[in-house]
């Protein structure tokens, strides 16, 4: 058997300092990582621009809708982890290596 099968087990949220350590580990990595995407965005579309095939007026405009876009996202991201997400950080990892016979 797994647990103890309470569903109030899930559905309290963690507010140990842990669990809060591990919540604001997944939010900067997640963060990180959605920036990143964003920032190739963006490069892609500054190379288009320097190569003549998007005007600067319009380089301009997407770029900032592009940033709107993502800042909005990595916000709604960070807002539904702590209010709907209970989060343990797992600071390792054990591999178990089977060696034939």
Known sequence: ????????????????????????????????????????????????RLEGKIEDSEFKRLRSEILNIGNDQVRNIKKELDDRYNVEFIPYQIEFKIIPA
């Open 1 to 48: 058997m797994v647990g103890d099968g309470r569903l109030s087990r899930h559905t309290e949220k963690k507010l140990d300092n842990w669990s809060r350590s591990s919540k604001k580990k997944l939010k900067a990595a997640v963060e990180h990582k959605m920036n990143r995407i964003f920032v190739g965005i963006l490069n892609v579309l500054d190379k288009a």
